[in-house]
């Protein structure tokens, strides 16, 4: 059954529920040297079909900022994402695949709706198309996306993507297929910043 619509009040008490609200959590690192996009030849860089993405994160509306840690499993057909609260407990669990998607708070309260993009704003407290998402924490944009700025390695550094921009501050090491390890997506008064601790692919 899909969840009835709420006032934008109940929206925002239930949001803040999921995830306990603090302060900024990430301390952004320096990123590689920018480089005009004439001037450095684009890195090759696909996205991985299956992955295990663990870290931490911070979501703002910009009256409300909400942290936690991550782990993510995503797969060509499903996605799994358990949110931790900053004291070490489950604070939701979404399930998504063809079916629709399935969202587990910490109370025990379900709800249900044809995708995940429908459940994550009572998590995060803000929208984001996971189905993008998926592409823009590994820095693979697809031909929709444009790049706007690349880092001295070829890699994406600015990022725009239906009026999403991503900002890439850091990646895991200096090869051109290294995966990001600091990211801030935003869109108006929504924000998404990711520390991405560890990245596995999975088969």
Do not use: K, N
């Not at 040297?33 to 450095?40: A, S």
């Amino acid at each position: 059954m899909s969840p009835q619509p709420a006032s934008a009040g109940a929206r925002r008490r239930r949001r803040r529920s999921l995830l306990v609200a603090a302060g900024a959590c990430c301390v952004l690192a320096a990123c590689a040297p920018l480089t005009p996009m004439g001037d450095t030849a684009a890195a090759s860089r696909s996205a991985l079909p299956a992955f295990l993405l663990e870290g931490r994160l911070s979501a703002s509306d910009g009256q409300q900022a909400a942290t936690g840690r991550v782990e993510w499993q995503h797969t060509p057909g499903a996605d799994s994402l358990t949110l931790v609260t900053p004291l070490g407990q489950v604070a939701a669990r979404l399930d998504s695949d063809a079916g629709g998607a399935r969202l587990v708070s910490a109370d025990g309260r379900r709800l249900e709706a044809a995708s995940a993009d429908l459940l994550l704003p009572q998590v995060l407290g803000i929208e984001v198309p996971v189905a993008r998402l998926a592409l823009w924490v590994q820095a693979a944009p697809d031909d929709s996306a444009e790049v706007r700025l690349r880092d001295a390695h070829g890699r994406p550094a600015l990022l725009v993507d239906h009026g999403w921009r991503i900002d890439y501050q850091s990646y895991a090491d200096d090869s051109p297929q290294a995966l990001p390890a600091r990211l801030d997506i935003s869109r108006g008064d929504a924000r998404l910043r990711l520390v991405i601790d560890s990245w596995t692919p999975l088969p």
